[in-house]
Structure formats: C-alpha cells, structure tokens
C-alpha cells in the first residue's frame, strides 16, 4: 500500500465557532473565497464522525443541495472533492450519490458510512424532490439562492435518520453558508429579525475595509480578515477583484454587506454627467447594435467599443415597431456606412419563433441588412441571464470601485441612454425595474444586455486552497 496521507483543516474564528455550536439550523455568512464552503464540507465530516454507533457502524445520510445542476457539479461537488476525493465514491446518476466509507480514526472498531445526495432545486416546485427522503443532515449551499420553501421543507426531512431501530442520531439538524444577500432575501429576515428558536447564524469579518465614502472608496486591508493565508496571494486576491466591479458588488461580496432593497432606489445610481461623451459614429470603427424585443416601444442602442471604453453614439427608440422595421430605420440612417461590420446583441426574447420554422426577428433584422449589402455578426444569446448580473456588469463600467468609468453616452445623439440614471427598482424588490412611456428602461436593458456578455461580472474567480498534508 502506498503512503497515507493526512489532510490537515484548521478551521478560522467564525468558522470555529459555527463548529462548535449544536443549533438545529445554523448559517454562515461571509466574503467571497472566505472559506464558508469548505467549513460545511468539513462539518459534514465531523458531524459522521460524532453519529451513535450501531452494530459497528456510525451511519448518516446528508443531503447536499444548491440552485442549479451546473452549479451543483462545478462548484459544490467540485469543492468536496478537493478535499475529500479519496474516500468518497461519487455516482452521476439522478440523483448524484456519493458515499464515504471508512473506518473510524480512533481505532475503536466501528465504521463511519456516510451518504451523500446531491440535489439541485432550481424552482418553488422543486420542494418535492426533498418530500420522500430522509436525512441526518442537509447542507444548503449558498442559500439564499434557493427558495425559502425548500429550507422550510429541508427542516422537516432531517432529524430521521438513522431511525431509532438503527440507534438514532448524535446530532440532527440544516447547515447553511451564504454570500450577503439583498435586504428583501429571506436570510436577511431570520437572521435579522425573526431569530427563529434554535436557529444560529454567524457572520464573518470583511475581507476588505472602505475607509473611503460609496462616492469615492478607499480600500484597505482588514486584520481581522479569515482564510487569507490560503490565497496563494493573501489579500491581494481581493484587491484584484476591484476593477471592473460596482461598489455595490464590492460592498456585497468583499465587504459582507447586505444588498439594498430600498423601494425606488436607482438601479445605476452613480451615472451622471462624467458619463456624458462628446463621441459621435466613428465609420472607421464597428457598430454593436443591441437591442431590448418591447413593441411599446421597441429600443436599441448603437455602441463603439475603444479598448474597454464603451461609448453609445446613436439609438433608436420606434413605438409600435418590429423587427423590419427596425432594420429598415438602420438601413436608412446607415446606408453610407456599409463597410463597418454589424454585431447584432440583445435580448434573447427577439429569437422567438426561430425554433419553430418561423422568422425570428433577428432573422428579419438579418436578413434586410445583409440584402441592403451590411456584414453582419450575431452574438445574441440563447437566454438572457440573471437580470442582476446584467445591472452589476453595466453597473461597473459607469463606475467601478477603483474609481473608472468606462460607459460612455453622447447625451445630443441618445437622450434616452443618457437618462438611464433614472431607472428606478419596483417596490419590494431587489432587482426588478419600474417601465416607463419614454422607453429609458426598456433601452437601458438592450445597453446591459450587451455589457453583460462583453463585460460580465460572474466570471469564474480561481483560488487555492493550500492543504497541509
């Protein structure tokens, strides 16, 4: 047999402390990369350890649960794995199961035999996925992206098992890790106000310090932050997500803040006149035209892309209007610049129809552009995404936290572009927006739609975790 490895987990402060506690339902809440993830994983590990033993066995069964599959696959399973690979046995089927089975390290005989079922409860409805089974443990990760009816449901799925014929349980009970999330999210209701009986919830330390204002940021490093000495670049690692994030990205994911869910609060509320350009339509450049599929109005916008700097120079903004119409008002306005390619971006929605032998108006838009002798390129999506990404991307190029703008406006050629600062959220919620007659938040959702696919904010982040062996 080859040598044994030791894999060596100390645990921060509030990731400690969250060990130590016994509450039936328990969160964590913390900074990106602050190690919240991998403290559920390892909590998991301690609390099979801990189970009764029964016949020489020390049986539990977890339910491992997130939004998505994908995320579930890339992410979750993905952080288990880093750590406990060698002694889990993974199945892909429906659902994933895993199986960790082991003989316990104090030498007293008995066997630990953990199960692990891998969920991913994308909808409200998904709740019946949770009603048959029955679990030890249930591990939410990032739970504020799941629906408050499966916690609920969750609560009542553990506590039975192992049942009382097998010898019962040590412990019992949800753990849950969460990034901040907006004020209107059930997380921040239980653990802010309601405090349900035995409920416990822990919040680590910011990663990072504004000493500045929201205006103009001034970071700095917090001593107090945890996980820092397992990013290979130690706080660096959260210095180098500033540029090209909003501040409210900023306050959420490195500073552990709550997101505002102040009803009529502006969604871009940092653009004003430092955004407004005196940039016209350069023809020695491309044109991205992109749109946003309203009938009432139908909108869009012309952007030209210098370097990173993105400057809208013209738009459209037609009521009652459709794809051929559209075109043909491009066409018109455009027709001594047919050298400059076309990029066609936008909303996903304008790609109705396509599936079903029909023309999409894309298609439509195409198609007369290209007759009229334009190259066109299309770098629509097949789906829109989340719409918060969309505003955080957009959000971050009119001004990011380091201070740079980088969204441009020509105030005389889009009058509508250049009032997208009053775009306001619906009340109660977090991330909807208010519809107006002029069109400015129909076309400043064709403006995001494009920021978000050439400049999003989610990309992947890589860190490493330094295991001591």
């Known amino acids: 047999?080859?040598?044994?490895?030791?894999?060596?987990?100390?645990a921060e402060n509030t990731i400690s402390d969250f060990h130590s506690s016994d509450a039936f339902v328990r969160g964590i809440r913390g900074p990106i990369g602050s190690g919240k993830s991998v403290g559920c994983c390892w909590e998991i590990w301690i609390r099979s350890m801990m189970q009764l033993p029964y016949e020489g066995k020390r049986a539990s069964k977890w339910g491992i649960v997130r939004g998505t599959y994908g995320e579930l696959r890339t992410t979750t399973i993905s952080t288990w794995l880093d750590w406990f690979e060698p002694i889990t046995h993974i199945s892909y089927g429906h659902p994933i199961h895993g199986l960790m089975k082991f003989p316990h390290p104090s030498g007293d005989?008995?066997?630990?035999?953990?199960?692990?079922?891998?969920?991913?409860l994308d909808h409200p409805k998904d709740v019946k996925k949770l009603k048959s089974l029955e679990f030890t443990g249930i591990w939410f990760n990032e739970a504020p992206e799941i629906h408050y009816s499966h916690i609920s449901m969750g609560t009542g799925r553990v506590n039975r098992y192992p049942s009382k014929t097998m010898g019962g349980f040590n412990w019992s009970g949800v753990i849950m890790d969460a990034n901040s999330p907006d004020e209107a999210n059930w997380w921040h209701e239980m653990s802010e106000n309601e405090h349900p009986?035995?409920?416990?919830?822990?919040?680590?330390?910011?990663?990072?310090?504004?000493?500045?204002?929201?205006?103009?940021?001034?970071?700095?490093?917090?001593?107090?932050a945890e996980n820092i000495c397992n990013h290979v670049i130690g706080s660096e690692y959260y210095f180098k997500q500033l540029p090209g994030?909003?501040?409210?990205w900023v306050n959420v994911f490195i500073l552990n803040q709550y997101?505002?869910?102040?009803?009529?609060?502006?969604?871009?509320?940092?653009?004003?006149?430092?955004?407004?350009?005196?940039?016209?339509?350069?023809?020695?450049?491309?044109?991205?035209?992109?749109?946003?599929?309203?009938y009432v109005p139908m909108c869009s916008g012309v952007l030209q892309r210098y370097g990173d700097d993105i400057h809208a120079v013209d738009e459209f903004v037609i009521h009652g209007a459709e794809g051929k119409d559209i075109a043909a008002e491009f066409v018109e306005r455009y027709k001594d610049h047919k050298k400059c390619p076309v990029y066609l971006y936008g909303d996903a929605d304008g790609n109705k129809g396509a599936k079903h032998g029909f023309e999409s108006n894309y298609i439509v838009i195409e198609k007369i552009l290209k007759a009229k002798g334009f190259k066109v390129y299309m770098k629509v999506p097949l789906s829109n995404g989340p719409i918060k990404d969309g505003q955080n991307a957009l959000r971050a190029k009119i001004l990011d936290a380091t201070g740079k703008r980088s969204f441009f406006v020509n105030p005389e050629r889009c009058p509508t572009i250049g009032k997208?600062?009053?775009?306001?959220?619906?009340?109660?919620?977090?991330?909807?927006?208010?519809?107006?007659?002029?069109?400015?938040?129909?076309?400043?959702?064709?403006?995001?739609?494009?920021?978000?696919?050439e400049f999003p904010i989610n990309k992947p982040i890589t860190t490493t975790q330094s295991i001591r062996l």
């Open 1 to 10: 047999m080859g040598e044994q490895k030791v894999i060596e987990y100390q």
């Open 109 to 120: 005989g008995t066997i630990v035999e953990c199960e692990l079922i891998f969920l991913a």
């Open 197 to 224: 009986d035995d409920w416990e919830f822990f919040d680590q330390p910011p990663a990072l310090i504004n000493i500045g204002t929201t205006k103009e940021p001034e970071f700095i490093e917090n001593p107090e």
């Open 245 to 248: 994030k909003p501040i409210e």
């Open 259 to 294: 997101g505002s869910s102040e009803p009529g609060a502006y969604v871009y509320a940092n653009f004003g006149k430092e955004n407004y350009s005196k940039k016209v339509f350069d023809p020695g450049r491309p044109i991205m035209w992109t749109h946003d599929f309203n």
């Open 420 to 453: 997208i600062g009053t775009v306001q959220l619906k009340k109660g919620s977090a991330f909807l927006e208010e519809r107006d007659s002029a069109g400015v938040q129909d076309i400043g959702t064709g403006i995001r739609y494009y920021i978000n696919k």
